[in-house]
């Protein structure tokens, strides 16, 4: 059972820059849910991801209202150094906020959006 969902620039379906990857019905469950535990669900993205676009984060607010906590970083603030082959050949943006794109270092933007991630789940996950 999700408890707190975290999406990290969700990227499917890569074929509609606004479409989700449950259909009404399942969403109109979720956010019943999440209405009804008092949970949220937290996203991240960079700003100018061609994969995870700002239409697909429209879509969740739609879906999930104020539920959907959306954060939105500055291409700027992604790490562009020494990249994988893999991303450095077919990821033309920033799009990896807490992995590939992280800049481990105190005070940058990627590192507060990992901080914040821990800390949600340190916050909703404890088991007393």
């Known amino acids: 059972m999700m408890l707190e969902p975290v999406l990290a620039q969700p990227s499917l379906p890569l074929d ?22 008092d949970l949220v669900v937290l996203g991240y993205r960079f700003a100018g991801d061609v994969i995870c676009r700002a239409e697909r984060f429209a879509a969740y607010e ?15 603030s992604a790490n562009r150094k020494d990249l994988p082959p893999f991303f450095a050949r077919h990821v033309p943006t920033p799009h990896s906020v807490v992995t590939v794109h992280l800049i481990d270092q105190a005070g940058q933007p990627t590192i507060a959006a990992r901080d914040e991630i821990l800390a949600f789940f340190r916050q909703r996950l404890v088991v007393g």
Request: negative net charge.
């Open 16 to 37: 509609d820059a606004g479409g989700l990857e449950s259909d009404a019905g399942e969403l109109a469950q979720v956010r019943a849910r999440l209405e009804r535990e």
């Open 62 to 76: 739609r879906a999930l209202g104020d539920r959907f906590q959306g954060r939105v970083l500055p291409d700027a």
